[in-house]
């Protein structure tokens, strides 16, 4: 394989963590909070589009949607159960370690129903891979890129032109100020984790359709990565998660390729720190001035 | 003057019964453990309980007191074991016992106080959830690095290697130590319960002796308000790495503690999930409050443990009692719902009166 085929799969799986970290970032955005259990989300999506396709026999497309407002329901239930009650609670580790509870739940629900025993993903994209300059890119790959691509489109377009997107960037900002305003904090933070819990289940199946092995941690590993991408591209920010994730993908296939398979993940994490030091908000985070 | 006395009684009396309790228990279990009472999977339990109350009274200095989240305690528990270990291994049966083993846990501690200076110097610049993540991060580097790591001896000494056993280019007769991701194994079985409580007591001495101590309130104070603290002149930075530095060695110490309790030591249980199980404690028993760690750990380790008979449910049931938990314990719907029904018990009282 040459470096441009390296870098074009780097590019493919930095655009799954890119999807992630898009949800990752709205939600952190709005609600503050660190949503640990997205990457079980992700496991989730991927598993009902597993059950719609291959016990169901649904299509490709149908399936995605099936899952799609499957874990947009989840993801608003999760929530208004369990993180509503904590918004406003002393300490903001309360809802951190609920939200840890809520991972283990996911993955023990999986655990209970669908088995520990891995599954074999079938491919979502059933296209042939294109050729480029002699190089073959699986279409899989390109679709993936594709996708991260219109979904930060859209988003963006969403929440800087749309009343709604315009609630959310109001109640990221000052939410006392946003409700006193007449806007409905509330319904915006559920929207926001209806939104995130949706591309979530995207981004689990175009993930399991690169990597055909779901079992119930599937979710945690990428969950972490595409966090640490939302970080790295500065936290909050949509453009920032984007190529956060890009980056990110692009690091971790370059040093499997080139220094070491068994330790592409401590590079990732390095090169996060060091990222973090220099910049304490990340690539394109703002740096608020802390007032006395 | 009198007033400040009687309230430093206050602290050493409360100090006293954290002590005191602590050493009934110890009692309680050990003459259980004398009479046969206790089956042989509880006694398995005890050391660990011991490791794990360790690790989370010295996180809650870093979580409770510092006030900085860290999630990569694990870390810290897995260097502390490794160095002990490793040095066990070596020098086994060259040194007596005793002090081979009470030399490891010192330098359990020193490793782990090490890096966690080190790795603090840089981290501790950051505050709130990004010290969280980058915590995290440390902690899967030095997963991943360690599960590449080799390390042999013979008899010209130490040979250390990255990815491929066979560069240890080892003479005859020599030994591999660290097998990568097959971990340690055969270090020599040195600790058992009363070892565990004594290095409790000895954690419980220097954290809470830390707190009450001038160092202490500077380092409350800096969680409380940094910037109000900056002005009267308390150096941030030393306080925060000082209180970083001495929970990551005891967090070290009980790694030695950990890996001188299994004939197999390996990374993959020190994991992100070991470190949040810790916070779990820290969280449950009481942020800041010393004595709700111990009781949490001594709770939340033991019961998923007994819920064995369950197996696949048991990480569910755990799953939802921590959640139901946390909302009950932090909502401040449940809190105010509970105030009411406090009172309503208390005017009850009242009325009978």
Redesign the interface.
Known sequence: MSFFSYLINGVGLGSVYAIIALGYTMV?GIAKM?NFAHGDVIMIGAYIVFVAMTSLGIPALPSLIVAMIFCLVLGVVIEKV?YR??R???????V???A???S??L???A??VFGPNPKSFSNIVKLPPVSIGGINISSTTLVTIAASVVIMLVLTFFVKKTKPGQAMQAVSEDRGAAGLMGINVNGTISLTFAIGSALAAVAGALMCSSYPILDPYTGSMPG?KA??AA?FGG?GSIPGAMIGGILLGIIENLSKAYI?S??A??IV??V??IV??VR?AGLFGKNVQ?K? | MGKLKNSMRKITKKNLMTYICLAIGFVIIQSCSAGGLLTFQIKGLLVPVCIYIICAVALNLV?GISGE?SLGHAGFLCLGAYGAAIFSKITNGLIPDPIRFLLALIIGAAVGALFGFLIGI??L??N???L???T???C??IQ??L??FYIGVDKHGLHVA??DPTKLELEEGGQVIVKGAQGITGTPKDANFIIGIILVFITLFIVLNLIDSRTGRAIMAIRDNR?AAESIGIDVTKHKLLAFTISAGLVGMAGALYSHNLATLTVAKFD?NTS?LI??FV??GG?GNIRGSIIATVILYVLPELLRGLQ??R??I???V??VI??F??????IAFRQRIMERLKNRGKGVQ
């Open positions: 952190y660190l369990a009650p904590l406003n609670a002393a300490s903001k580790l309360a951190l370690i609920t840890i509870g809520v283990y739940l993955q023990n629900i655990l209970l972490i966090f640490v970080v936290i070491s068994q330790i993940d401590a994490f390095a996060l720190i973090l030091l304490p802390e006395v | 979580v989240l840089p981290v610049r950051l709130g959830d990004y969280a993540i980058v995290l991060a440390f899967q580097i991943n690095l599960n590449v990255m990815q910037i992100y949040i916070l779990v969280v449950l942020i696949t449910y990480m569910l755990y799953a939802i921590l959640i946390m909302l314990s932090w909502a401040p719907g449940a």
